[in-house]
């Protein structure tokens, strides 16, 4: 089963459209039960469509916002049992 941790670790392949059906069933079945990540799937859309249209030379800032986000998402699932999470 997916957890949080696992799930941030696709959230770019998944708004790159790069997951297999496999991981994509898996990040749905995630995201119907926390919240958490909707939520965190959700800002990470908002801010790479921002990034999207956006001059190249304001996305870096964005993208170590969005960064940033993924590591804080990381470290707040980071209480589980242990690092067996595959
Ligand atoms: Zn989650």
Known sequence: MLKCKGLVALSSDL?????????????????????????????????????????????PELEALLRAMQAQQKQGSNTGSGDSAK
């Not at 459209?17 to 990470?44: D, N, P, W, Y």
């Not at 859309?45 to 990034?51: A, D, E, G, M, P």
């Open 15 to 59: 708004l790159d459209g790069e997951l297999s059906l496999k991981q994509r069933i898996a990040v749905r079945t995630h995201l119907a039960m926390c919240v958490h990540c909707r939520r965190f799937i959700r800002q990470l859309r908002v801010s790479q469509r921002v990034i999207r249209h956006l001059p190249d030379e304001q996305a």
